[in-house]
């Protein structure tokens, strides 16, 4: 079975600095996909950023990118130019990519961002 | 107004009850997911469903159940046997064209 580990229970950092969470996962797949989703208070869970394993290029969108190291299995998220509205929950999801019947998620047990003003 | 409605936000019962909770959508989506999350946890599948009339147990279903009559909606059932109801639950629409999941704004029900 697959598992994803965040270490960081709770980061902080300076408005308009730049930050990195940690994500390590375990999987025995070569094909596979992986998320970034944000949990604000409102508790709304709202997709981040994804990553195909097949891929090489790191994915970015806008202020997010991720460093994706398959030997590695790992899968961090960078935060650049951190705005208030990014304090939140932060959860690494795994899903394999075998198709019909295996389309879970598989969650870390996240990451409290704070936003110091 | 699109997307995926759960209601309601709060739900209050009493022990030995059992409760349903809605899970509508409106994005035409073939797969939906019911998740439980409990502090310093993250989600946790309950049940899941690629296509109406059918179902699958995810890793914790003991004590719950689900029906899929609709395409669009996938109700979960909080039964009695169900020791530790009180968490907060999240639907998640998907389909096997694209990879990701979408969730619904969730339900906090509170056992007592």
């Known amino acids: 079975a697959q598992t994803v580990t965040q270490s960081q229970p709770e980061m902080s950092v300076q408005e308009a600095e730049t930050v990195t969470l940690s994500c390590t996962y375990d999987?025995?797949?070569?094909?596979?996909?992986l998320f970034w989703y944000k949990q604000p208070p409102s508790r709304q869970m709202i997709l981040v950023i994804r990553?195909?394993?097949?891929?090489?290029q790191n994915a970015t969108e806008n202020r997010f990118s991720v460093n994706f190291q398959k030997a590695a299995k790992s899968f961090s998220l960078k935060i650049s130019d951190s705005q208030l509205g990014d304090a939140a929950m932060y959860f690494c999801?795994?899903?394999?990519?075998?198709?019909?019947?295996?389309?879970?998620?598989?969650f870390g047990t996240g990451t409290r961002l704070t936003i110091i003003p | 107004d699109g997307g995926i409605t759960q209601s309601p936000k709060y739900l209050f019962r009493k022990e030995g009850q059992n409760v349903t909770l809605s899970c509508e959508q409106n994005?035409?989506?073939?797969?939906m997911y019911w998740y439980r999350q409990d502090p310093g946890q993250g989600l946790r599948l309950i049940y899941y469903?690629?296509?109406?009339?059918?179902?699958q147990k995810g890793d914790i279903a003991e004590g719950y159940s689900v029906s899929r009559e609709k395409k669009e909606s996938f109700p979960l059932t909080v039964t009695s046997a169900q020791k530790n109801p009180t968490a907060f639950y999240l639907c998640?629409?998907?389909?096997?064209?694209?990879?990701?999941?979408?969730f619904g704004p969730g339900t906090r029900l509170t056992v007592t």
């Open positions: 999987t025995s797949e070569s094909d596979y996909y």
């Open positions: 994005l035409n989506h073939d797969a």
């Open positions: 469903s690629q296509i109406v009339n059918d179902f």
């Open positions: 990553q195909e394993a097949y891929k090489q």
């Open positions: 999801a795994y899903r394999s990519a075998r198709g019909f019947g295996n389309e879970k998620l598989t």
């Open positions: 998640a629409v998907g389909s096997g064209t694209i990879y990701e999941q979408y």
